[in-house]
C-alpha cells in the first residue's frame, strides 16, 4: 500500500479498495455531490482547500502545546483547539456528551457524536497525550480509549465509530472479534509533520462525515459499509483465486521435482512403493506453506531488517523474480538450493543468529517433514512458476493480474485454502517412462474419515 500513513488492522477494508477510494475513478461515493458539495465543484481543488485549513490548525495546537505543562493531558485544547475544527473542514457537526452512556448497566463516557440526533455514531476525542490502547493511570474510565468504542459499538446497535486522540484517528466498526482490533487508523501527527498529502486524501475520501451513516437505521447501507462489504466478496475472490494457484504450485513443484534428470532417487522411491502419493504430497503442502509463512511474515516486517537476509535469502526476493519473470535457463537450480538454505535458517539459533533470525518452534520447517525433498534438485523455472501462481492472482473483472497483499491476509483465510486442499486425492503415475503428479478431487471419502 502507498500510504504511509494509514494502517488497517483486522481486514475492515483492503488495501486494494483503498487505493481504488483514493484514486477517485468508478468507485461508489465518491462525486462531488456524494459529499454535499455542489456538482460542478472540482473534488480536489475542495480537499486541497480542507487542507490548506487543517495545515493551520495543526501549527496553532502545536503551538498551544507548548505553553502546556508536561503533565497536562490537553483534552480540552485537543478536542476544541484541533480535532473539532478538524473534523469540521470533513464535514462533522459534533455534539458534545456531558454524561456517559450507560447500557447493560455499564458506562460508556463517549466524548461526542457526529450530530445532534441521540443515534448519530459516536466520536471519542481524548487528549494527544493519551494512548488509545491503554488504559488511563487513574484507572477512569476502566477501558482504553478505543476498548470502549469498541465495546459500546459491539452492546448497542451503533455500525461505525471514530475514536482519536489527536495524533492517530481510528474508524471502528462493530465487531464479533474480541481477541484482535479491528480498526482503520490514520496517523494524523505523521500525515501533518511529513506534508503526507495524498493520505489527507485518502482521509477525506473516507472519513468524510457523508461515508458514515446518519444514524442506526441506515447504517446498513451507508457509504463505509458498502466498502466494507466490497472488501469481504474481494476477499472471497481472493481466497477462490489463492486456493486455485496453490493447487496449480503444488502440481508444477509435485511434476518439477519428479522430471529434474538429477532425482533418479526420488523417482525409485515412488517405483520401489517407499514412498506413496499421499507422503509426498503432505511434504509438498509443507513446502508450499514454508512459502506462504514466509510471504506473510515478510511483508508484515515480522522477520528482520537485515539487509543481507532482504537481499540473498528472502521470499520477497524471489517473488520478485518470479513476477517480473527473470527465469533463468532450465538446466539451473540454484534458487532451489538456496531456498533450501533460507528454511535452515528457521531450524535452528546457530543458522539464523547472523542474519538476526530468531528459530521457530514447531514443525513448519523441520527437515523431518519434507525428507524426501531433502537431496533434491528443482530447475529455477519451475520454482519460480510456483512462485508466480502463489503471487499473484487474476482479477475477473479488471482481466489483469494483481498481487496477493499477505500482509492484509488473515489466518481463517490461509486456513481455508488449506482445508480445501484436504479435498484433493494426489495421484502418481507413470506415462512413457516419467512419472507425473496429479490432485484430483477426492470426493467425500477424505471426509468420513480421520484425515480429513
Known amino acids: 500500500m502507498s500510504f504511509t500513513c494509514v494502517k488497517i488492522e483486522g481486514g475492515l477494508l483492503s488495501p486494494d479498495i483503498l487505493e481504488q477510494i483514493a484514486a477517485g475513478e468508478e468507485t461508489i461515493g465518491q462525486r462531488p455531490q456524494d459529499f454535499g458539495l455542489d456538482r460542478n465543484v472540482r473534488l480536489s481543488d475542495e480537499i486541497a482547500r480542507a487542507w490548506s485549513d487543517v495545515r493551520a490548525f495543526w501549527e496553532a495546537f502545536q503551538r498551544i502545546l507548548q505553553r502546556l505543562p508536561e503533565d497536562?493531558?490537553?483534552?480540552?485544547?485537543?478536542?476544541?483547539?484541533?480535532?473539532?475544527?478538524?473534523?469540521?473542514?470533513?464535514?462533522?457537526?459534533?455534539?458534545?456528551?456531558p454524561r456517559a452512556a450507560v447500557v447493560d448497566g455499564r458506562t460508556y463516557a463517549i466524548s461526542h457524536r457526529a450530530g445532534k440526533d441521540e443515534e448519530a455514531p459516536p466520536v471519542h476525542i481524548v487528549g494527544c497525550r493519551a494512548e488509545l490502547d491503554r488504559v488511563s493511570p487513574t484507572g477512569r474510565p476502566r477501558l482504553s480509549p478505543h476498548?470502549?468504542?469498541?465495546?459500546?459499538?459491539?452492546?448497542?446497535?451503533?455500525l461505525w465509530g471514530i475514536v482519536t486522540n489527536g495524533y492517530r484517528l481510528r474508524l471502528l466498526r462493530d465487531s464479533e472479534r474480541t481477541t484482535r482490533p479491528s480498526y482503520i487508523e490514520f496517523d494524523l501527527q505523521q500525515m501533518l509533520e511529513g506534508e503526507q498529502f495524498a493520505d489527507f486524501a485518502l482521509l477525506y475520501r473516507l472519513a468524510h462525515r457523508t461515508r458514515l451513516p446518519r444514524g442506526i437505521e441506515d447504517a446498513p447501507e451507508c457509504l463505509l459499509e458498502q466498502y466494507h462489504e466490497q472488501a469481504i466478496?474481494?476477499?472471497?475472490?481472493?481466497?477462490?483465486?489463492?486456493?486455485?494457484?496453490?493447487?496449480?504450485?503444488?502440481?508444477?513443484?509435485?511434476?518439477?521435482?519428479?522430471?529434474?534428470?538429477?532425482?533418479?532417487?526420488?523417482?525409485?522411491?515412488?517405483?520401489?512403493?517407499?514412498?506413496?502419493?499421499?507422503?509426498?504430497?503432505?511434504?509438498?503442502?509443507?513446502?508450499?506453506?514454508?512459502?506462504?509463512?514466509?510471504?506473510?511474515?515478510?511483508?508484515?516486517?515480522?522477520?528482520?531488517?537485515?539487509?543481507?537476509?532482504?537481499?540473498?535469502?528472502s521470499i520477497t526476493r524471489l517473488r520478485q523474480l518470479a513476477e517480473a519473470r527473470l527465469y533463468a535457463p532450465q538446466r539451473h537450480g540454484d534458487l532451489w538450493l538456496g531456498l533450501q538454505k533460507t528454511f535452515k535458517l528457521f531450524q535452528q539459533?546457530?543458522?539464523?543468529?547472523?542474519?538476526?533470525?530468531?528459530?521457530?518452534?514447531?514443525?513448519?520447517?523441520?527437515?523431518?517433514?519434507?525428507?524426501?525433498?531433502?537431496?533434491?534438485?528443482?530447475?529455477?523455472?519451475?520454482?519460480?512458476?510456483?512462485?508466480?501462481?502463489?503471487?499473484?492472482?487474476?482479477?475477473?473483472?479488471?482481466?489483469?493480474?494483481?498481487?496477493?497483499?499477505?500482509?492484509?491476509?488473515?489466518?481463517?483465510?490461509?486456513?481455508?485454502?488449506?482445508?480445501?486442499l484436504l479435498d484433493y486425492h494426489p495421484v502418481v503415475r507413470e506415462e512413457g517412462g516419467q512419472l507425473r503428479f496429479e490432485l484430483s478431487p477426492a470426493g467425500t471419502e477424505r471426509k468420513s474419515t480421520g484425515s480429513y
Do not use: C
Open 233 to 313: 466478496e474481494q476477499g472471497s475472490r481472493i481466497r477462490d483465486r489463492l486456493r486455485d494457484s496453490v493447487e496449480q504450485a503444488l502440481e508444477i513443484l509435485g511434476n518439477g521435482f519428479l522430471r529434474h534428470p538429477r532425482n533418479e532417487g526420488l523417482r525409485e522411491r515412488f517405483r520401489s512403493g517407499e514412498l506413496t502419493a499421499e507422503d509426498y504430497y503432505r511434504q509438498l503442502l509443507y513446502l508450499i506453506y514454508r512459502l506462504l509463512f514466509l510471504m506473510v511474515a515478510e511483508e508484515r516486517k515480522l522477520l528482520t531488517d537485515n539487509k543481507v537476509y532482504r537481499e540473498h535469502y
Open 147 to 158: 476498548s470502549l468504542v469498541q465495546e459500546y459499538l459491539n452492546r448497542t446497535e451503533h
Open 349 to 420: 539459533e546457530k543458522f539464523g543468529a547472523h542474519l538476526e533470525i530468531p528459530p521457530l518452534n514447531g514443525e513448519l520447517f523441520s527437515p523431518l517433514r519434507t525428507k524426501a525433498l531433502e537431496d533434491t534438485r528443482l530447475a529455477n523455472t519451475d520454482l519460480l512458476e510456483a512462485i508466480h501462481r502463489i503471487s499473484l492472482y487474476r482479477d475477473e473483472e479488471t482481466h489483469t493480474l494483481r498481487r496477493v497483499n499477505y500482509a492484509h491476509l488473515d489466518v481463517e483465510e490461509l486456513g481455508s485454502v488449506y482445508e480445501s
Open 72 to 97: 497536562d493531558p490537553a483534552t480540552s485544547d485537543t478536542r476544541e483547539r484541533w480535532m473539532v475544527p478538524l473534523l469540521r473542514v470533513l464535514g462533522y457537526e459534533l455534539t458534545y456528551m
